[in-house]
Nanobody, 123 residues
Framework: QVQLVESGGGLVQAGGSLRLSCAFS????????MGWFRQAPGKEREYVAA????????RYADSVKGRFTISRDNARNTVYLQMSPVEPEDTAVYYC????????????????WGQGTQVTVSS
């Protein structure tokens, strides 16, 4: 059974930084591209960033391009999201999961999500 444990969220002022982490277990981490998603109040969950299985290539939603950096450590089964500078519009619950690079959506082999980590950006 796959387990995803996100951490690192919190309250931060606009212009500040946060680093999110996600610990993955239950399957072979390096078999999958990984992504970060977020869900703001009253909105659907959306794609934020993705990284290939090797960590060499990354992709970003236009809203975070140039501000966020996704990375992974396959030895630690962990994916990271460096957020800087943050904006009030980044306020959301952030989730990680395996991702399909064809659709930028949840990988079809996966169906469950972790608890997420809350990011709140004050203006």
């Amino acid at each position: 059974q796959v387990q995803l444990v996100e951490s690192g969220g919190g309250l931060v002022q606009a212009g500040g930084s946060l680093r999110l982490s996600c610990a993955f277990s239950g399957r072979t981490f390096s078999d999958y591209a990984m992504g970060w998603f977020r869900q703001a109040p009253g909105k659907e969950r959306e794609y934020v960033a993705a990284v290939t299985w090797s960590g060499v290539n990354q992709r970003y939603a236009d809203s975070v391009k140039g501000r966020f950096t996704i990375s992974r450590d396959n030895a630690r089964n962990t994916v990271y999201l460096q957020m800087s500078p943050v904006e009030p519009e980044d306020t959301a619950v952030y989730y990680c999961n395996a991702i399909s690079l064809a659709t930028m959506a949840l990988h079809p082999d996966f169906s469950s999500w972790g608890q997420g980590t809350q990011v709140t950006v004050s203006s």
